[in-house]
């Protein structure tokens, strides 16, 4: 199994961009599908997109066009590029690694989840 720890999270203005990184323990890194997730103040955890071992990727409406996720699994990471913020983007954004199908279709009781990270959008 592996472990995850995101970084990359802070404070951007409306339109800014950030770039969230998800670092990997584990040799089977490549055969996870990996995902990002975000939850915001009294609101449930929600799926933001998600990559698979083929590199096929897919979002959440609220974020297609503006979000990128991407992963190398030479270093073991997955990234999430996010462009264009905007306040209703402010969310503690978790990595999560699973099957494609608990990631995309199921989007719970993932096997696999990060410690979060903070992401505060200003307007």
């Known amino acids: 199994q592996v472990q995850l720890v995101e970084s990359g999270g802070g404070l951007a203005q409306a339109g800014g961009s950030l770039r969230l990184s998800c670092a990997a323990s584990?040799?089977?890194?490549?055969?996870?599908?990996m995902g990002w997730f975000r939850q915001a103040p009294g609101k449930e955890r929600e799926f933001v997109a998600a990559?698979?071992?083929?590199?096929?990727?897919y979002y959440a409406d609220s974020v297609k066009g503006r979000f990128t996720i991407s992963r190398d699994n030479a270093k073991n990471t997955v990234y999430l590029q996010m462009n264009s913020l905007k306040p209703e983007d402010t969310a503690v954004y978790y990595c999560?690694?699973?099957?494609?199908?608990?990631?995309?279709?199921?989007?719970?009781?993932?096997?696999?989840w990060g410690q979060g990270t903070l992401v505060t959008v200003s307007s």
């Open positions: 999560a690694a699973d099957s494609w199908f608990k990631l995309v279709v199921v989007r719970r009781n993932v096997e696999v």
């Open positions: 584990g040799r089977t890194f490549s055969v996870y599908a």
């Open positions: 990559i698979r071992s083929d590199y096929n990727t």
